[in-house]
């Protein structure tokens, strides 16, 4: 009967949340850096050029600007200073939020349906990797009980691979319960429990 432990929701949804985060916040400082900033600037612009033409008439400035943001449609308190370097500073947080967005949704979109197996003959992925159990040359379990991580080395037709198992990324028990299908079944069985070393050649599932 075959095992099949699949990507882990909690997991998942993480880099869909911190990148539609990043996106969000990307699409405000843009908004910011093209439409609020410039109105803002233009208003503090307006209310500058009337205190200064009133600058001995402070009530008469007041009454004058708050014509003139009447007029405007604009809000009659008086206007944030904003300068052209505000809205410089926004499109370069734009600019720096939104490829970081973009590369934690493509990773969100990348990670789901993933999955590993493991059957009578050996693990594969949904990736379409493949290791029979005789194919195995080592199981490093140095982060197994620290972090829930084992990585599994194999070779085949010549070429080596490695194939990660991880509570964390994927769901816990069916995890558990390949790790111990491989310890089974891998040449050696239970005695092959050496963290040796093989030279990874691909990503993992």
Request: hydrophobic share 35%; charged share 25%.
């Amino acid at each position: 009967m075959a095992i099949r432990a699949s990507i882990s929701k909690g997991y998942i949804w993480r880099p869909g949340v911190i990148g539609l985060a990043a996106l969000g916040a990307s699409g405000w400082f843009l908004y910011d850096g093209t439409v609020k900033y410039p109105r803002q600037e233009m208003m503090w612009q307006a209310y500058s050029d009337i205190t200064q033409a009133h600058i001995n008439d402070p009530i008469e400035a007041s009454r004058v600007w708050e014509q003139k943001a009447i007029d405007q449609g604009w809000p009659t308190k008086k206007p944030i200073e904003r300068a052209s370097k505000d809205k410089f500073t926004q499109k370069l947080y734009s600019g720096i939020t939104a490829p970081i967005g973009l590369l934690f949704c493509i990773s969100f979109f990348r990670t789901r349906g993933r999955w590993i197996e493991a059957d009578e003959q050996g693990l594969s992925t949904r990736s379409g990797r493949r290791a029979v159990y005789g194919d195995i040359k080592s199981l490093d379990k140095t982060r197994w009980q620290s972090k829930g991580i084992a990585v599994v080395h194999y070779q085949t037709d010549g070429q080596a691979g490695r194939i990660t198992l991880d509570d964390w990324k994927y769901d816990r028990e069916p995890t558990k319960r390949i790790m111990e299908i491989i310890e089974q079944n891998m040449p050696g069985g239970d005695e092959d429990d050496a963290a040796d070393t093989v030279s990874p050649q691909s990503s993992d599932a």
